[in-house]
């Protein structure tokens, strides 16, 4: 392993890069290069401005010229001012960064109906402006000056703006001094026109010479701004190939369609232009249909390339007659162009009442895409969650056949190898690059949020991105290393998770008792990390069964040990989340049909990732007429099946009982094969229980206390476990206080008043017993 991580000879991994980049054209991994340049030790100073002149040039073969590359440029010759490689870029393309040197030269409105105080505000505005530029534009022709005398391609180039500048340089000069003539003609007794007249034309001649300026970058603007290639832009997405391969065909239709007309060929029934687009949330659906609007418009089907977004908030209304009005004005912008409606299924809610206008909504759409005065003048792209999307469709007849199942695309999942990718294209479209280390945490922190369908995808990854640099920005503190301002490592990445004060292994040894349950729990928990390290090693793994079921007497530490078994899958790496969700039948069943499948559903998204705890799961087994118990675990038995790793269930409850629930189901018995078993705590367990919770609030227990306790519960068989341990507790810290503020007010904290009495316990128990606490 560490001859792995051993850094390879300076000169030789220079030479390697120098290879790839003479081969390639570019330096795939410009982010190890970064990362490799931070290695280095200062005296090395030669070695970094190579590195970086290279990945310089690298970066500018595949983005272009940029400020990264500008930036990396003049560092590497702030290191070594020999560097031919910089000095030669530097020459050849630092021109490209001076197109705004003439931005500053806007000067405000010259009027010689103002008053005499407008006057001088606005001379003392123009020798600024003047001033400013002037410092600018001298350094800038220095450096013009500079690059003639250097062997370079743009020699022409550098004398065109070195002239412009020169003469800009003085005409601001000359302006200047008008400036400062017109001010103390303004202040003083006789005012003269002749500053105001000579300011005009100064201004009119920079106005000249800025256009002149402007026109010798116009080809390197032109070149950014130039419409793109819808097909290319598709090409260049990361990922979607049978999402490509789609659109592409369906592009080439269209084509050919309009080739057919131009020949006069008669189509009867043209290929609808509507479109569903189906998908988890961050797949690219609003990207697709920009993309779709863009091809329609190039194909001269539609006339314009605008797409019109709405959501459920723009077209349903809140009283009859809105909602009809409010989709024609959204149709109507739409006109010639497309309109977008994202989560589309969200018109139609689940048994709506007559105050929702959603059906109104999509029923008024329908008819507006079918009617005379706009049928067949825009296309309307649908998009949303594929299952949604389909009941959605049969919400109206006339709704599904005005988008033909040629007209649907499923837009998958992203890979996380293809999220990873999109990530580095985030990071470059923010000037970043991304180490090998954090790359890997980018990669973990992908897996950690892709719990469930409402996982964001590109979203997601972007949202991750934009957090590692706003962490990096907030802890630099103005450092002025360059690789601060250009490179994420793994620590921007890692989560500032607040670290617990005993790890779950430490939890389940300090608990009272249990002693075979604790056991049971740490050999699962070996033989999960055995597995895990067999497949790391490239060997198969034997089925890890996760399920369980918690069999005991109330309060004998179910529910804890379930939040500790959560926190142990954790820190394996089993589940994501590592959280508990604590459910009883009244989570889950319904008072009718369709409504109990619906919120087992629900309760099963919040566990995902996390530890689904059904405590009295007997419950769910009912045997009257019209209960939804059933229902219940039929649809977990699906759910634990769909989602497989993502999500642990336990099943708690009296012995006897949990068996009969799990006959109840062949594939409920088959998931669960882990049983653990909760015995009552013994009468010695109980009391260490109630020292340790009385310590908690810095209580102690005397030794009479103690003596009542353990005779007391030797002969009275109380039910509730730790429960009984608490409560007792609670009631005894009442009737200690009640004891020594009834016999006369404390004036002074003794030791007395943290100690807990026989008498307090005897008061306490016969609460309980009476069932007063």
Same mark, same amino acid.
């Given at each position: 392993?560490?001859?792995?991580? *051993?850094? &390879?000879?300076?000169?030789?991994?220079?030479?390697?890069?120098?290879?790839?980049?003479?081969?390639?054209?570019?330096?795939?991994?410009?982010?190890?290069?970064?990362?490799?340049?931070?290695?280095?030790?200062?005296?090395?100073?030669?070695?970094?401005?190579?590195?970086?002149?290279?990945?310089?040039?690298?970066?500018? +073969?595949?983005?272009?010229?940029?400020?990264?590359?500008?930036?990396?440029?003049?560092?590497?010759?702030?290191?070594? &001012?020999?560097?031919?490689?910089?000095?030669?870029?530097?020459?050849?393309?630092?021109?490209?960064?001076?197109?705004?040197?003439?931005?500053?030269?806007?000067?405000?409105?010259?009027?010689?109906?103002?008053?005499?105080?407008? *006057?001088?505000?606005?001379?003392?505005?123009?020798?600024?402006?003047?001033?400013?530029?002037?410092?600018?534009?001298?350094?800038?022709?220095?450096?013009?000056?500079?690059?003639?005398?250097?062997?370079?391609?743009?020699?022409?180039?550098?004398? =065109?703006?070195?002239?412009?500048?020169?003469?800009?340089?003085?005409?601001?000069?000359?302006?200047?001094?008008?400036?400062?003539?017109?001010?103390?003609? @303004?202040?003083?007794?006789?005012?003269?026109?002749?500053?105001?007249?000579?300011?005009?034309?100064?201004?009119?001649?920079?106005?000249?010479?800025?256009?002149?300026?402007?026109?010798?970058?116009?080809?390197?603007?032109?070149?950014?701004?130039?419409?793109?290639?819808?097909?290319?832009?598709?090409?260049?997405?990361?990922?979607?190939?049978?999402?490509?391969?789609?659109?592409?065909?369906?592009?080439?239709?269209?084509?050919?369609? /309009?080739?057919?007309?131009?020949?006069?060929?008669?189509?009867?029934?043209?290929?609808?232009?509507?479109?569903?687009?189906?998908?988890?949330?961050?797949?690219?659906?609003?990207?697709?249909?920009?993309?779709?609007?863009?091809?329609?418009?190039?194909?001269?089907?539609? &006339?314009?390339?605008?797409?019109?977004?709405?959501?459920? =908030?723009?077209?349903?209304?809140?009283?009859?007659?809105?909602?009809?009005?409010?989709?024609?004005? %959204?149709?109507?912008?739409?006109?010639?162009?497309?309109?977008?409606?994202?989560?589309?299924?969200?018109?139609?809610?689940?048994?709506?009442?007559?105050?929702?206008?959603?059906?109104?909504?999509?029923?008024?759409?329908? =008819?507006?895409?079918?009617? #005379?005065?706009?049928?067949?003048?825009?296309?309307?792209?649908?998009?949303?969650?594929?299952?949604?999307?389909?009941?959605?469709?049969?919400?109206? &007849?006339?709704?599904?056949? +005005?988008?033909?199942? !040629?007209?649907?695309?499923?837009?998958?999942?992203?890979?996380?190898?293809?999220?990873? /990718?999109?990530?580095?294209?985030?990071?470059?479209?923010?000037?970043?690059?991304?180490?090998?280390?954090?790359?890997?945490?980018?990669?973990? +922190?992908?897996?950690?949020?892709?719990?469930?369908?409402?996982?964001?995808?590109?979203?997601?990854?972007?949202?991750?991105?934009?957090?590692?640099?706003?962490?990096?920005?907030?802890?630099?503190?103005?450092?002025?290393?360059?690789?601060?301002?250009?490179?994420?490592?793994?620590?921007?990445?890692?989560?500032?998770?607040?670290?617990?004060?005993?790890?779950?292994?430490?939890?389940?040894?300090?608990?009272?008792?249990?002693?075979? %349950?604790?056991?049971?729990? /740490?050999?699962? @928990?070996?033989?999960?990390?055995?597995?895990?390290?067999?497949?790391?090693?490239?060997?198969?793994?034997?089925?890890?069964?996760?399920?369980?079921?918690?069999?005991?007497?109330?309060?004998?530490?179910?529910?804890?040990?379930?939040?500790?078994?959560?926190?142990?899958?954790?820190?394996?790496?089993?589940?994501?989340?590592?959280?508990?969700?604590?459910?009883?039948?009244?989570?889950?069943?319904?008072?009718?049909?369709?409504?109990?499948?619906?919120?087992?559903?629900?309760?099963?998204?919040?566990?995902?990732?996390?530890?689904?705890?059904?405590?009295?799961?007997?419950?769910?087994? =009912?045997?009257?007429?019209?209960?939804?118990?059933?229902?219940?675990?039929?649809?977990?038995?699906?759910?634990?099946?769909? #989602?497989?790793?993502?999500?642990?269930?336990?099943?708690?409850?009296?012995?006897?009982?949990?068996?009969?629930?799990?006959?109840?189901?062949?594939?409920?018995?088959?998931?669960?094969?882990?049983?653990?078993?909760?015995?009552?705590?013994?009468?010695?367990?109980?009391?260490?229980?109630?020292?340790?919770?009385?310590?908690?609030?810095?209580?102690?227990?005397?030794?009479?206390?103690?003596?009542?306790? #353990?005779?007391?519960?030797? %002969?009275?068989?109380?039910?509730?476990?730790?429960?009984?341990?608490?409560?007792?507790?609670?009631?005894?810290?009442?009737?200690?206080?009640?004891?020594?503020?009834?016999?006369?007010?404390?004036?002074?904290?003794?030791?007395?008043?943290?100690?807990?009495?026989?008498?307090?316990?005897?008061?306490?128990?016969?609460?309980?017993?009476?069932?007063? !606490?």
């Amino acid at each position: 392993m560490e001859q792995q991580r *051993k850094i &390879p000879n300076p000169r030789e991994q220079i030479r390697n890069w120098e290879q790839e980049l003479d081969n390639n054209g570019r330096i795939q991994d410009e982010g190890a290069l970064l990362s490799f340049i931070k290695t280095l030790a200062g005296e090395e100073w030669q070695i970094k401005a190579d590195l970086l002149a290279m990945a310089a040039i690298s970066r500018s +073969r595949t983005i272009g010229h940029d400020a990264l590359v500008l930036n990396w440029m003049e560092k590497s010759l702030e290191l070594d &001012p020999r560097n031919e490689k910089a000095k030669h870029y530097l020459s050849a393309h630092k021109w490209k960064g001076m197109s705004d040197l003439f931005d500053e030269l806007t000067f405000p409105p010259l009027r010689e109906t103002d008053n005499r105080a407008a *006057k001088k505000n606005t001379a003392e505005q123009f020798v600024l402006i003047c001033r400013q530029f002037l410092d600018h534009a001298e350094a800038g022709l220095e450096q013009l000056r500079t690059q003639l005398h250097k062997e370079n391609g743009f020699k022409e180039r550098y004398q =065109s703006l070195s002239v412009i500048l020169s003469e800009a340089i003085e005409e601001t000069s000359a302006l200047l001094k008008a400036s400062e003539g017109y001010e103390q003609s @303004i202040i003083g007794v006789f005012h003269t026109s002749v500053h105001y007249e000579e300011m005009k034309a100064k201004i009119k001649k920079l106005e000249e010479l800025k256009k002149d300026w402007e026109k010798q970058f116009i080809d390197e603007k032109s070149r950014t701004s130039e419409e793109t290639d819808p097909l290319e832009d598709l090409k260049g997405m990361v990922g979607l190939e049978t999402v490509k391969d789609r659109v592409n065909d369906f592009y080439r239709f269209l084509k050919y369609q /309009k080739k057919r007309k131009e020949l006069g060929f008669q189509t009867r029934d043209e290929l609808s232009l509507n479109m569903i687009l189906t998908g988890n949330p961050g797949t690219g659906k609003t990207t697709l249909a920009r993309l779709l609007a863009k091809i329609y418009y190039r194909l001269g089907v539609l &006339p314009r390339a605008e797409v019109i977004e709405a959501d459920r =908030s723009q077209l349903v209304g809140a009283y009859v007659g809105q909602t009809e009005e409010n989709v024609r004005k %959204v149709v109507e912008k739409a006109i010639g162009g497309v309109l977008f409606i994202d989560e589309a299924y969200s018109l139609k809610r689940e048994g709506q009442t007559g105050n929702d206008y959603g059906q109104t909504a999509i029923d008024t759409l329908v =008819s507006l895409m079918t009617g #005379h005065e706009y049928g067949d003048r825009f296309a309307v792209i649908l998009a949303g969650y594929p299952e949604e999307m389909r009941q959605f469709l049969d919400a109206n &007849p006339g709704l599904r056949s +005005r988008f033909p199942q !040629s007209n649907l695309i499923q837009l998958p999942d992203y890979s996380d190898e293809e999220l990873l /990718k999109i990530g580095e294209q985030a990071a470059s479209d923010n000037d970043y690059l991304l180490s090998k280390d954090a790359r890997m945490e980018l990669l973990r +922190r992908i897996e950690r949020e892709r719990v469930d369908d409402t996982f964001g995808n590109a979203r997601t990854v972007r949202n991750i991105i934009l957090d590692a640099i706003f962490k990096k920005g907030a802890q630099t503190g103005g450092e002025s290393d360059i690789f601060q301002y250009s490179l994420l490592d793994k620590e921007d990445f890692e989560l500032d998770e607040e670290r617990k004060e005993k790890n779950a292994k430490d939890k389940l040894e300090q608990l009272i008792g249990l002693e075979n %349950v604790k056991n049971e729990v /740490k050999s699962l @928990i070996s033989f999960v990390q055995m597995q895990q390290f067999r497949v790391h090693k490239g060997l198969p793994a034997v089925p890890i069964q996760l399920h369980s079921v918690f069999t005991g007497n109330p309060g004998t530490g179910k529910t804890t040990v379930a939040q500790i078994y959560a926190e142990l899958l954790k820190e394996c790496g089993i589940l994501k989340r590592g959280h508990l969700i604590i459910g009883s039948r009244a989570d889950f069943v319904a008072g009718y049909v369709g409504q109990t499948a619906i919120k087992t559903k629900k309760k099963i998204r919040e566990a995902l990732g996390g530890v689904l705890f059904i405590d009295e799961a007997y419950s769910l087994l =009912s045997q009257g007429n019209g209960d939804f118990g059933k229902e219940v675990i039929d649809t977990l038995v699906d759910e634990m099946t769909r #989602h497989n790793e993502n999500l642990v269930v336990i099943l708690a409850g009296y012995p006897q009982e949990m068996n009969e629930l799990l006959e109840s189901n062949p594939g409920l018995r088959s998931r669960f094969k882990k049983f653990f078993h909760f015995p009552d705590y013994t009468v010695e367990e109980l009391l260490e229980i109630m020292e340790g919770y009385a310590s908690k609030y810095e209580y102690r227990l005397t030794d009479a206390g103690k003596s009542f306790i #353990h005779k007391a519960l030797k %002969v009275d068989v109380i039910g509730g476990n730790g429960r009984l341990a608490a409560n007792l507790i609670d009631e005894a810290i009442q009737a200690q206080a009640f004891r020594l503020m009834d016999e006369a007010p404390l004036t002074d904290f003794t030791d007395e008043a943290v100690s807990l009495e026989d008498s307090d316990f005897e008061r306490a128990l016969e609460k309980i017993k009476k069932g007063e !606490s």
